[in-house]
């Protein structure tokens, strides 16, 4: 048996041990509650909205950037603790930042301050003169925006729907887009984010989720254990801009193919650590569309462990490296920004992240937490 068959039966014994702890009614026991978090500083309300379940999970989401802003689980003693870097306050989440926030239009990186669509030239508005690259939908991105939102619990848990309409012309992008993003916490301890996207012109949609996650709470994760599938990684340049090429992880600094601590090689990479979009491979044993579990999380201190599925084909691994006490340390959190690939609309051999008008854009990614013993 191989590596990453092994990590996929690891993942099937631990589901099916979830289910066999649920509680005779999981929805006694699951909650979606609402209150206010501040005001904008045009007026408008801004609304926090605070999910739980059986195993003692708390999850908070904002109206404001869509934000994950907060989850809490027991370590393998029982004692609750936040696994994720937070905004106190909506103070906080206004004066800059991605601390958990949904980016788009089109996460990470484009190259050439723009792209062609049809022939169609689109300059975008944010763009960094000396490089031409454009990052994370722009200075007034998705993440900067007050989204509309409502929670309430079902058969498959407690969640959240947030909903945002972004105008044609916004930040450059073109065409009139309506985004949908549902957080989902289950009775089997997972956390799902799913995201929907309409337009009524041919455009470039890329979301995802930028969570600094920390299993242990405080400190650095560079003792954080990762395993993950992707045994590819996307060759970059020095604005970190793919060129088109893929390299084999195995025997680098980019293998996780066996359990690693994140630390072991992070001084070896350029920049002092990850911040590269790795390539999840295609799983033929996952049903079509269905989420391909990739990676696996753990802390081997508190015990706590988080595993991750995603529908899209990259996620961009980035170890909080510019991060400098203030109030993280270096290396304080590791993001796993699923993901097109970073300047997919200047590259047509990348998988195409373009939408057109009749499409739907849909993406889906899975946080499933737990413990283990020592």
């Known amino acids: ?87 106190k306050t909506l103070e906080e989440a206004l ?79 073109p065409g009139n887009v309506d985004v949908e993003v549902v957080y989902r916490l289950s009775s089997v301890n997972t956390l799902s984010v799913a995201y929907r996207g309409t337009t009524d012109k041919p455009t470039h949609l890329n979301l995802t989720n930028h969570a600094y996650f920390n299993l242990a709470g405080e400190g650095d994760v560079r003792g954080h254990l990762l395993t993950m599938t992707c045994n590819e990684v996307l060759e970059i340049d020095e604005r970190k801009i793919p060129t088109g090429k893929k390299l084999r992880v195995a025997g680098g600094p980019f293998d996780f193919l066996s359990p690693k601590p994140i630390g072991e090689d992070l001084e070896s990479v350029a920049d002092g ?3 590269h979009c790795f390539v999840i491979p295609k799983n033929e044993a996952i049903k079509a569309g269905a989420p391909v579990p990739f990676a696996k999380l753990s802390d081997p201190a508190s015990g706590r462990t988080m595993e991750i599925a995603s529908t899209l084909p990259g996620v961009q691994i980035y170890t909080a490296n510019h991060f400098n006490n203030n109030p993280h340390p270096r290396w304080g ?36 937490f737990g413990t283990e013993d020592e």
């Open 1 to 87: 048996m191989n590596k990453v068959t092994q990590f996929h039966a690891f993942a099937t014994v631990i589901l099916a041990s979830a289910l066999t702890l649920l509680p005779q009614n999981p929805l006694q026991a699951q909650t979606a509650e609402e209150s206010n978090w501040g005001t904008m500083p045009d007026g408008r309300p801004v609304r926090r909205f605070t999910l739980t379940n059986p195993h003692g999970t708390r999850i908070s989401i904002s109206e404001y950037g869509a934000i994950l802003l907060s989850i809490e689980t027991p370590d393998r003693e029982g004692t609750p603790g936040t696994i994720t870097l937070s905004y």
């Open 95 to 173: 004066s800059g930042g991605v601390f958990g926030s949904v980016i788009g239009r089109f996460a990470n990186r484009i190259d050439g301050g723009g792209f062609s669509i049809d022939g169609n030239r689109y300059d975008l508005v944010s763009v960094n003169e000396k490089t031409r690259v454009h990052i994370h939908g722009g200075q007034n991105g998705f993440q900067r925006q007050l989204w509309s939102g409502s929670c309430g619990t079902d058969a498959d848990g407690a969640f959240v729907v947030l909903k945002l309409a972004s105008p044609d012309g916004h930040e450059g992008y």
């Open 273 to 275: 650590g990850y911040d």
């Open 333 to 368: 959190g590791i993001c796993f920004e699923t993901q097109f690939f970073p300047d997919t609309p200047n590259k047509p051999d990348f998988p195409s992240s373009l939408l057109r008008p009749g499409e739907v854009y849909r993406h889906v990614t899975e946080f499933r």
